[in-house]
């Protein structure tokens, strides 16, 4: 099992580019968050999507879109980028239903110019 | 979301137990504990995660406060590997998967 894949592991974009970073859960998850980790501090929620829409949304504003794939693979599109983007980006997935463990990819460092 | 309160930092040496504190003052009953570590240059790992009884797994301990305002996270023995950031996380039951992280509580593990 490869667990939660993501890619590319880095990237360097300028201002005002836009980017998309890709994520594939868990084999047989159907939930999937993002995160944004600054450095220095802790994650913070970005969205989650099951069932190909966005079920819950954190602090951030309308630059942030997401996609979620009929195979429950996912995408997090970042438009406008501002200086301030810089970050490591972070998926999660988990199965539906009763509380327990997420799990975590390696991330994707994005580093805006 | 309630927060939660965790020393900045903790050092303890290899072999030893570690009792991590956690203190969550304004928890709704309905709020799950959540611990996650997060190991240099890796995404967070889940560890453990309670409701009101202490819990245990290959990983760690969890005991949690008869008022649920506080919790420790507990390592039997230490080991290099160990070496993380360790938070401590609220999560509200039923369908809300969001994890809202605080910047934890970095633990130094000495050989």
């Known amino acids: 099992d490869a667990g939660v894949t993501q890619s590319p592991t880095h990237l360097i974009k300028t201002r005002g580019q836009q980017v998309t970073l890709r994520c594939s859960p868990k084999?047989?998850?159907?939930?999937v968050s993002w995160y944004q980790q600054a450095l220095g501090q802790g994650p913070q929620f970005i969205f989650q999507y099951y069932e190909e829409e966005e079920r819950q949304r954190g602090n951030f504003p309308d630059r942030f879109s997401g996609h979620q794939f009929p195979n429950y693979s996912s995408e997090l599109n970042v438009n406008a980028l501002l200086l301030g983007d810089s970050a490591l980006y972070l998926c999660?997935?988990?199965?539906?239903?009763?509380?327990?463990?997420?799990?975590f990819g390696p991330g994707t460092r994005l580093t805006v110019l | 979301d309630a927060k939660t309160t965790q020393p900045n930092s903790m050092e303890s040496n290899e072999e030893e137990p570690v009792h991590l504190p956690c203190n969550h003052s304004?928890?709704?009953?309905?709020?799950?504990i959540h611990w996650y570590r997060q190991l240099p240059s890796q995404g967070p790992e889940y560890v453990i995660h309670?409701?009101?009884s202490n819990v245990n797994n290959r990983m760690a301990s969890l005991a949690i406060a008869e008022d649920r305002k506080s919790s420790t996270l507990i390592l039997h023995r230490a080991t290099l590997r160990d070496a993380a950031v360790y938070y401590c996380i609220l999560r509200r039951g039923g369908s809300n998967y969001k994890l809202t992280f605080g910047k934890g509580t970095l633990l130094t593990v000495n050989p």
């Open positions: 999660a997935s988990r199965i539906q239903g009763p509380p327990g463990e997420q799990f």
């Open positions: 304004t928890i709704s009953g309905t709020d799950y």
């Open positions: 309670g409701l009101t």
């Open positions: 084999s047989g998850h159907d939930t």
